[in-house]
């Protein structure tokens, strides 16, 4: 991606495989600081394992990320989970109240998440405060998202990766994660990436869109490419011809 | 018992014959080998076990125990294989186990240290060791492999690899010791042990019988606990690599 902006994020010529297949496959590209870039592509793009790289949960084969201006390997892997928050679209939660779950990452670190910053929390992801004591089993598939995205924003990350979070929810609950990550972006300046299968989404919400397709980058840039795609693949995909 | 009198016990192995071929269970074969390696193993053990206790020499009693220790290792190791360096986890945990026992009871002259003391509770502590690895490396490869996710949450939240596989491995530790705990409670209602039986059996008071029974009991009880921690201890650090990065097989 040619942009003017600072970068994030920035991947130079990275590799990834399993010991079966050859999955992120020189991805070059920077993910600009305090915007919001989507990436599309196909199921099986590499689309997780690019946001996996992004904050070691797994590490390239060749090629060098870096996080911030620094390469992610000085980074303390601990550092460097809670500078680049990561949520899942299953939003896997641990058993007990909604507060349980917000004060996880805190507990990791041997402390408390005080009980004014879990309201502050719920509040900023459109939660009322009674909803700290509600047990997790109880909530709808969108709180339980807002609930993830709230426990993520605990580390104060300045990335937040974000997976597939809207795809399993209804219309209403989209629209309302939607308006939550435009506002976190908005209010914290926070670098946004965030995966999703719905091209409007990408194009609306997304300053910036990366298309991934086998592995590699096929086009990339502002988000308004996904209206007049180069790429005879990625036209293709954006036509719903590739899936 | 005569051989005679022993020969006639083979109609216990003639019944799940027959009720095999008759139900179509294909268990003859199986049966039949399973039969012919018990008695070749256990009269070939019983002549090497007179021969040892009647040389009551160190260096045998030493061979023995090392013996079974080496074949609970080759059993349990292959329940870990996705363990790296499983095998010497396990025989260094069988090691421990033996050292542990074996130093309480002789230190505090519980046991004589006599060939036929050593070896047979070996047997007993090694055997139940082997089997509580099992247990726990079944369970515990298990849990790993479906809570993928749950783990690298924790990681993704900024959770050090122990507090990532914290509740897998708490979990396995409890499920592997529950059998050992469960059937202690009903010992004596349900079920004779094996040891005390043949003791009895054998002639022996049974107030004294008893009494061993439960220096076995409770031994197994503390194998069962130092095996299933022991063993989670050496092996989580193994499913992660520097980077704190869980391992995929």
Redo the contacts between chains.
Sequence with gaps: MTTSYKPAVHFNQVDFSTKAVHIVKGVTGSFPEGKITTLVGPSGAGKTTLLKLCNGLLSPDSGVIYIKGKPIEDYDPIELRRLVGLALQSAPMISGTVYDNLNLPMELRGRKLPETEAVQLVEDVGLDKSFLQRKVSDLSGGQRQKVSIARTLVNKPEILLLDEITSSLDRKSMKEIEELIVHINRKYGTTIIWITHNLQQALEIGDFTWVMMEGEVMESGESSLLENPTNDKVKRFVKGEEK | MSYLTLSITLIFVVIPLLLSKTLNLGLEKDTIIATIRSIIQLLLIGYVLKFVFESESLVYIFLMVTLMIVAATHNAQKKGAAIKGITWKVAVTLVFVEVLTQSILLGFQITPPTAQYIISISGMVIGNSMVLSILFLNRFTAEVESNQ??T?????????PK?AIHKQLIDSIKASMIPTIESQKTVGLVQLPGMMSGQIIAGADPIQAVQFQLLILFLLLTTAAVTSIMLGFLSYPTLFNQ????L?N
């Design positions: 996710e749950a690298e949450l924790i990681l993704s939240l900024g959770g050090t507090q980077r704190m990065q869980l995929k």
